[in-house]
């Protein structure tokens, strides 16, 4: 038995986005081995995510119970060792978010499993599966293998694309042997972060404007809160003093490695990309076609950022 | 109540040498790199240190490895803990094997607390303290923070972020997690897995460094703690990272979002 | 056990690797405080440098609390007075480490070093308990006064004065001094004055006295961040408890303090050179001309050999001193009576070789900032890019602790001295140096011997050494020591000759140990560092030669030098690409 079991992920009976990258990848890992996959997902009044997720094509075991109110590894932990007993899994898998990073490792304990974390790609021949996953913050990828009879992943959500609605999906629930008097974990609160915009150099996405801006960063800004993202810029919009000091990106500025980088109306001078060329994807919208943004930039429009970023917004709302 | 307190200390790669796979794939190309104590597991021992001062008690450090991670060790103890542990074992350790030695040093030490950075920046794995909790059967609180900037008064007055109750029975800690920061009530003993805001490691003093030469560094071979040593989790071969691809021109705002979205998957 | 070597016999006998103490020599606990000294400039130091600057106040004197907090003003002091009292080598690393902090550097240097060490190896037990504490902590701050408006290079020269009170309790100092490092928040001042205008002597001040007065702070052209000022005594009542030493003395002190002043000095700069040099290749990795990094031209990958060269002679020759002072202060038993005062005379025996630090390893430092502006084009002169800091700083390592010249006068000055005093055998050596310039040798090389060319070299280079110093004092005799030109030019040969010699043992000591590739880039340093010095050397020594004869004499010389000074540099330009494609790959000094 060659089963998959995934682990999903679920606030108030909202399925996190994460989950269906781990299907796909969970998916992936059932095609080499012919093996089902099925699902598990854990809370207490979580069965809409359990509707969701099985609207996926997926069989899916919902344990609810208030002992699983909140995400404690403690509490969850076992639920899933006997999840993947019930499955007659080989193979578990979930999102490398915090609660997958938390619990997998504690659950694989149960079931005897070796963990591979973060994991970006399936590779290997045939019936042997590798692993891909970074190590050394990145500058390495590992191929592991997993030399254990149950085996277990995360995997970084952004490297699998998330499944599509598929039929096929049914929600089945499961009995909850937790006891709540013998956890010595308590849930205290909950503080959500605040909507603010995220720091220049934390954040996943960064939008930013130079001289092409003519000091108006209004449409820039309004994208960034719409991506829940920083807004940056090159030395010349700091200089023209349109925006503060610290939102200066660059040599002699701030450097940054977000996921997404938005630089328009920027020309792509040396000092600005020594402080952007690590981000994972950058996009330039610039006027002038010929402008050295566009040799370092993954996707380049040529076009009046006054017009192109408003119709970024809008074509982002449509979803 | 003093607390004892087992922390973790590993011995690896420096994170500002340059890291990169050999050619065949072996392994990393190790000629000019230095190697330091993990960053996270400094910010463990920090945490533990604050804790002392606070509640008394006792710091032991454990690491476990080559001959080599002895000065990793000396680190520690430097910066002030009180004694430590060198597990020796010269081939591959993985979480599952990390684990285990740790659950065996927990039997003989018997802390209150045992602490670990959420992840040793060269295998990136963040999973050897969830493994030691559930072999022991203590709770967990992985990713431990808190919510005072580092730039604090609390974090200038080097208070600890875990707060342990009087009696030494419950701890709070502040966790960072995808939605936020969460707070969790664990009882003790139970492991504690760090995070990088959780604090400012001091760096060890001079009169830190030449007292450390004195204290009590215990050499425990890991054939004798009964743990089988063959690791599952294997490294297979190593490769280079993707490197960026040529930029290609969109030609309108619709081609770039779908780009985005269906191709990079950023939005 | 290291052989015992006196100063400067290195110009007359020779060393083997095991003779030398390299940085490879460090103990664990050396490495831990070098690393604790890196943390602490990268995380105290650096982010305030800009406040520093601009002099904010409250700021340098809190930043030498925290470095008394981590341990690195307890180095020299002894254990008795919270004092750590570790060996030099400790000192000097933990001086180089610093040496990347930029102008809190030099605070550091002055407290630590010339503020605190007179009080250390010349103060009482009354003195030490009321100050020294304080100062291992950095509760105190020190400054150290010596220079005054008339009195720079001709230190002894000064007209402070100090008049005992009637009642016999104090003494009244008059006076005013100049470019006091640390002036504006020093607690403490190592004060030299003369008593009855003739008798010079140290005081410590406190800056509290009475009539002590702290002028403005000076504009300076670099290390703007550390505090230089005049401090005016008018009338200022010192206790006579608070005379250092004793009176008449102070000029024991003054130089005493001033050689470890230059050893340290030599450590902080190769600090400081190699902060520059790291960002130097960073740039060349990240500027693209003409379509690629100019890291890939030619004309940046010799500056960076030739710079990286010069930084591996550097931290050989400064450790390799410290070795031999250490060695020599470790056979002075502890506990002794008169420990200080023999501690002092084993310190003083390598004068000659803390003046020859000080001034390679400042021009080393020049060197490496002048071509990281140039690396950086015209950035280099944008005070955005720290190159443009990096240079301005430098400029005054060639000026305190003695100006180069005066450090490069002493160098042959000092050697002739104990020449005549019979302490070195130089005259014999210079004859033996005169025969062989006579009967020409016909080693062969062996290059399968690992630095043979070296070797080979190294022999010739000491007698050149000897046959132009032998035919300078046959020349003047006694009046050599007015001939600065000659005594300049015989600097800049003893000077080589200790940089080339140190760097080669360090590398005959270390290879053995190293990997295959590793060795290859010490190698590779070893002969691009000879070759350009043995240049310099030879040229030094041309010079010397027209100065000091003519005829046939001048024709024997000159052959001579030819002769001893030839060097076979086969493969220098594959070493120099080595050399740079080591510290571009590392982006920073390799070695
Ligand atoms: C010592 C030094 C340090 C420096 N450090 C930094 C640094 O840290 N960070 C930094 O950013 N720069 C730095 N610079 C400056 C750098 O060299 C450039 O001058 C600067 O980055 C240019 O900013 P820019 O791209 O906004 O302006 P420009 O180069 O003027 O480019 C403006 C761009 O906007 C485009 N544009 C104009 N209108 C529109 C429109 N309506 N829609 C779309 N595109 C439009 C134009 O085609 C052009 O490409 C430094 C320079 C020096 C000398
Ligand atoms: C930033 C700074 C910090 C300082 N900190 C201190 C400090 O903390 N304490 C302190 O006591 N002093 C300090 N000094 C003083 C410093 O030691 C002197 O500036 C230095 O000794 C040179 O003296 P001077 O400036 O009077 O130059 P001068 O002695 O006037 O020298 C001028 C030139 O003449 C040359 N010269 C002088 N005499 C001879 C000679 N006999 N033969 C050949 N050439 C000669 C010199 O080499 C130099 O090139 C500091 C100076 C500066 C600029
Ligand atoms: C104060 C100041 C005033 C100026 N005034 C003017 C002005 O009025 N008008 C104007 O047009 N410009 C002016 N400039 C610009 C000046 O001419 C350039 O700075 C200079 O040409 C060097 O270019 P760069 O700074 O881009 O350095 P880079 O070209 O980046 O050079 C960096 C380093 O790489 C080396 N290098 C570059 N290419 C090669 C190669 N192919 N082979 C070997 N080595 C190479 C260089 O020698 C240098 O060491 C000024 C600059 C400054 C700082």
New binding site residues.
């Given amino acids: 038995m060659s089963n998959v079991l995934v682990i999903a992920e679920q606030s108030r009976g909202t399925l996190r986005k994460a989950t269906l990258s781990a299907l796909t990848a969970a998916r992936e890992v059932a095609r080499r081995t012919g093996g089902g996959v099925s699902a598990l997902v854990l809370g207490s009044g979580a069965g809409a995510a359990a509707e969701e997720l099985a609207a996926h094509g997926v069989p899916v075991r919902l344990a609810d119970a208030p002992v699983l109110a909140h995400p404690l590894a403690e509490a969850h932990a076992p639920v899933v060792a006997e999840a993947a007993r019930a499955a007659g899994a080989s193979w578990v898998v979930t999102a490398a978010t915090s609660y997958g990073k938390d619990l997998l490792p504690r659950a694989a304990v149960a079931l005897g499993a070796a963990v591979a974390t973060e994991v970006l790609a399936i590779a290997g021949d045939g019936g042997e599966i590798l692993l891909r996953r970074p190590m050394w913050a990145g500058n390495v990828i590992a191929e592991v293998e997993l030399r254990t009879a149950v085996k277990a992943f995360s995997v970084r959500p952004t490297e699998f694309a998330p499944a599509a609605r598929a039929p096929g999906g049914s929600v089945t629930p499961m009995a909850v042997a937790v006891d709540a008097a013998s956890l010595g974990t308590r849930f205290v609160e909950l503080q959500e972060v605040k909507s603010e915009r995220p720091e220049l150099t934390d954040a996943r996405v960064v939008v930013a404007g130079g001289r092409g801006t003519k000091g108006d960063f209004g449409p820039l800004s309004a994208l960034a809160d719409d991506l829940g993202a920083a807004v940056g810029a090159s030395r010349a919009a700091v200089d023209a003093g349109w925006v503060p000091n610290d939102w200066q990106v660059g040599q002699t500025g701030k450097v940054v490695a977000p996921d997404l980088y938005v630089a328009a109306g920027i020309s792509g001078a040396i000092q600005h990309v020594a402080g952007m060329k690590g981000a994972k994807v950058i996009v330039a919208i610039n006027k002038d076609a010929d402008a050295p943004i566009f040799q370092i930039a993954d996707y380049g429009l040529v076009a009046d950022l006054f017009q192109a970023v408003p119709a970024l917004r809008e074509r982002l709302k449509a979803g | 109540m003093p607390l004892k307190l087992l922390v973790t200390v590993k011995r690896v790669e420096d994170p500002e040498s340059r890291i990169k796979a050999k050619p065949d794939g072996s392994g990393i190309v190790t000629d000019g790199v230095n190697y330091k104590m993990n960053p996270f597991d400094e910010i463990a021992v920090e945490e533990a240190l604050r804790l002392k001062e606070k509640h008394g008690g006792e710091v032991v450090v454990a690491s476990l490895g080559g001959a080599a991670a002895m000065t990793e060790l000396r680190a520690a103890l430097a910066m002030g803990a009180d004694r430590g542990l060198l597990v020796r074992h010269d081939g591959a350790l993985d979480p599952g094997i990390v684990s285990a030695l740790l659950q065996a040093l927990v039997a003989a030490e018997r802390p209150d607390l045992v602490m670990l950075g959420k992840q040793a920046i060269d295998d990136d794995q963040n999973q050897a303290g969830q493994m030691l909790a559930a072999r022991l059967g203590w709770p967990q609180a992985t990713f431990a923070s808190k919510k005072e900037s580092l730039e604090s008064e609390a974090e200038q007055k080097k208070q600890p972020g875990v707060a342990v109750a009087a009696d030494g029975k419950r701890a709070l800690v502040v966790r960072e997690v995808d939605g936020g920061v969460e707070t969790l009530e664990v009882a003790l003993p139970a492991v504690v897995t760090v995070d990088l805001r959780l604090n400012k490691p001091r760096f060890a003093s001079l009169p830190g460094i030449m007292k450390a030469k004195k204290k009590e560094v215990r050499e425990i071979p890991a054939a004798s703690l009964g743990v089988e040593l063959a690791p599952s989790v294997v490294v297979r071969r190593l490769l280079d990272p993707p490197r960026r691809q040529a930029g290609v021109k969109v030609a309108d705002v619709a081609e770039l979002w779908t780009r985005l979205h269906a191709e990079a998957k950023v939005l | 056990m290291a052989r015992l070597f006196k100063g400067a016999e290195y110009l007359i006998t020779e060393a083997t690797k095991d003779d030398v103490f390299t940085p490879e020599d460090f103990s664990e606990e050396q490495r831990q405080i070098a690393h604790t000294a890196d943390q602490f400039v990268q995380e105290e130091v650096t982010p305030v440098l800009d406040r520093l600057e601009h002099q904010e106040p409250g700021l340098a004197a809190a930043l030498m609390r925290k470095a008394g907090e981590a341990g690195l003003l307890m180095i020299d002091a002894p254990e008795a007075y919270g004092g750590l009292a570790l060996d030099k080598a400790t000192s000097m690393l933990a001086a180089e480490r610093m040496g990347a902090a930029g102008a809190f550097s030099v605070s550091y240097a002055a407290h630590s070093g010339i503020g605190t060490l007179p009080l250390v190896y010349y103060g009482t037990e009354a003195q030490k308990d009321r100050y020294l504490g304080k100062l291992v902590t950095g509760e105190w701050s020190a400054a150290y006064c010596l220079t005054e408006p008339e009195a720079g290079s001709d230190a002894l020269g000064g007209k402070t004065t100090a008049t005992l009170t009637p009642d016999g309790k104090h003494y009244l100092l008059d006076g005013t001094k100049q470019f006091i490092t640390n002036g504006s928040f020093a607690d403490l001042f190592t004060v030299f004055a003369r008593v009855d205008k003739k008798h010079f002597t140290a005081f410590l001040v406190e800056r509290t006295t009475p009539g002590l007065t702290v002028g403005p702070e000076e504009k300076k052209l670099g290390i703007k961040g550390s505090s230089t000022t005049p401090v005016v005594f008018e009338g200022a009542k010192v206790p006579v408890e608070n005379v250092l030493g004793e009176i008449g003395k102070g000029h024991k002190i003054a130089f005493n303090v001033l050689n470890v002043g230059r050893f340290k000095l030599g450590a902080a700069v190769t600090g400081a050179a190699k902060l520059a040099f790291k960002t130097g290749v960073a740039y060349?990795n990240a500027?693209?001309?003409?379509g690629v990094p100019?890291a890939r031209?030619?004309?940046?990958q010799e500056?960076v050999a030739d710079l990286t060269a010069g930084l591996f002679a550097a931290e050989s020759l400064v450790y390799r001193l410290a070795g031999l002072i250490d060695d020599r202060l470790a056979t002075i038993p502890k506990d002794a009576a008169g420990y200080y005062e023999a501690y002092q005379q084993g310190i003083e025996e390598y004068a000659i070789e803390c003046a020859i630090a000080k001034v390679f390893c400042s021009e080393v430092l020049a060197d490496v900032v002048d071509e990281v502006v140039?690396?950086?084009?015209?950035?280099?002169?944008?005070q955005e890019y720290p190159a443009e800091k990096y240079y301005r700083d430098e400029r005054i390592n060639r000026i305190f602790e003695g100006t180069n010249e005066i450090n490069r006068l002493l160098v042959p000055g000092t050697i002739l001295r104990r020449a005549m005093k019979g302490e070195l055998p130089l005259q014999r050596e210079a004859m033996k140096a005169m025969e062989a310039l006579m009967t020409p040798s016909l080693d062969e090389l062996d290059p399968s011997q690992p630095f043979a060319a070296e070797r080979a070299v190294l022999g010739g280079l000491k007698k050149t050494f000897l046959v132009v110093a032998g035919a300078a004092v046959q020349r003047y005799m006694d009046a050599l020591k007015d001939e600065q030109e000659v005594l300049l030019a015989l600097a800049d040969v003893a000077i080589q000759v200790f940089a080339i010699e140190s760097a080669l043992l360090r590398a005959e000591k270390i290879s053995p140990r190293l990997p295959e590739s590793r060795r290859a880039d010490v190698a590779a340093a070893v002969k691009v560092h000879t070759f350009s010095a043995v240049e310099k050397l030879a040229a030094a020594a041309r010079r010397a030669a027209f100065y000091v004869a003519e005829g046939d004499t001048l024709t024997v010389l000159l052959g001579g030098i030819r002769r001893f000074t030839k060097y076979d540099a086969s493969g220098l330009l594959a070493a120099k690409r080595r050399l740079a494609a080591a510290a571009l790959e590392g982006e920073r000094y390799p070695l």
């Fill in positions: 060349a500027r693209k001309q003409f100019i031209f030619g004309a940046i500056k140039q690396i950086h084009g015209g950035y280099g002169f944008i």
